[in-house]
């Protein structure tokens, strides 16, 4: 498989364990491990034991100098004075003309002078390069992609993988210690993107794999299974949670996506500032709703929504079964006057399909459990 | 895992003969492979009149889906209702429990026409 797509330091690994392998965000990473589990096996693995994802393709970027943190929460959505160091924040880059969304991504305070983040793989460059072309004097923006690995540990059984390896769980949701392994720093964050209690670390690039074998060596006792990245859709789409490129993009601001919560809307400025709260006076023409089957059909992104009379109102931006429910579920940018209960008709390959209108999440939520 | 005594498409159909006048119809274990965990099968109606190469159901996994080729022109005799409950019977046994349906071809000559294993395997390869 020769090609131009990047590979995680867990690639040898992968291909050893029989992943199916595709480009992800320009990166060539594990969708399932089909020979040993599967996507739906994996997504059992997270809901009831405890799962292990490489994510090692997300972006990572470092904010620093005199003012970092001023000049990020300057830029980006979510107001970065709303944390403390320690902690970590989901917030937005906006596109300063329109609102529309460049990346979600989390930002890790770890002081007034530093800032981490970790964008989306396919779209770090693209931040990087805006906070580098804003920064003031002072402040040095580095893309730092291949310095880190990320592994995601994620399930009930989470905690007691960590603790195994003596490392630190006790930590709030959304805030983050930093530990050491094989003499090296290593970050634990209580963060994730299943909706079960979970952890993601930061190990360096060199240290990934050790990381990776002494997770599945402590992690067996309670079931751990590695998982790929079919199992993190199935399991964030069953959170609601968006994926940036289907349910938010340049074309969908976050009062559309119903990300308001992840706009710190007091703020003097940040990017996008003017057209969002035009937009959130106004009131945005289509927001982001879940949709579940009535009929046994499952949506896929782009599939057109019509009401009752087959006018169209909208379109689906993620879809998938949802392993939990047994059932077809997803996500879709509705007219705005279709709300929670109402029924809609997916054109499913020519066949109207009956979904119904609802809130996500989809199944409860345990990520503070 | 490609066994000897069925007939393929190009598709990655497998295709059984037997004593009756219909022949059985599923996937290959390649082919299951490929899809992933399938979570619906949308099985053709029994009577329904099929076109070789023509799409006449649809298997679904959770991240995508697939037509279903028949690989044969004929009369659907009988489909595998198990699947509508089991769907993951085609990943666990894709020559055996998860059979997709029985075809009676218009012309059984059109059988001896299809890919044997060797073929089948050598498209795999190729």
Known sequence: MTSDLLTSPLHARHIALGAKMSDFGGWDMPIEYSKTGGVLKEHAAVREQVGVFDVSHLGKASVTGPGAAAFVNSVLANDLQRIEPGQAQYTLCCDDATGGVVDDLIAYLNGPEDVFLIPNAANTAEVVRRLEAAAPEGVTVRNRHREFGVLAVQGPKSAEVLAALRLPTDHDYMSFAVASFQDSPLTVCRTGYTGEHGYELVPRWDKTEALWDALLAAGEQFGIRPCGLGARDTLRTEMGYPLHGQDLSLDITPNMARAGWAVGWKKPAFWGREPLLAEREAGAKRLLRGIKAVDRAIPRAHMVVNDEAGKQIGEVTSGTFSPSLREGIGLALLDRDHTEGDTVYLDVRGKAAAFTVVKPPFVDVRTRG | ?126
């Open chain 2, 1 to 126: 895992m490609t066994p000897e005594e069925l007939k393929y498409t190009a598709e990655h159909e497998w295709v059984r003969a037997g004593d009756s006048d219909s022949v059985r119809v599923g996937i290959t274990d390649y082919a299951q492979e490929q899809l992933g965990d399938i979570v619906f099968v949308q099985l053709p109606e029994v009577g329904a009149k099929i076109t070789a190469g023509e799409p006449c159901g649809e298997l679904e996994s959770t991240k995508s889906v697939s037509d279903l080729y028949a690989p044969l022109t004929g009369t659907v005799t009988a489909v595998n209702g198990e699947l509508d409950a089991s769907p993951e019977l085609v990943n666990s046994d894709p020559y055996g429990e998860g059979w997709i349906f029985d075809v009676e071809p218009d012309d059984a000559s059109e059988v001896e026409a299809l890919l044997d294993a060797k073929g089948y395997q050598a498209t795999l390869e190729g």
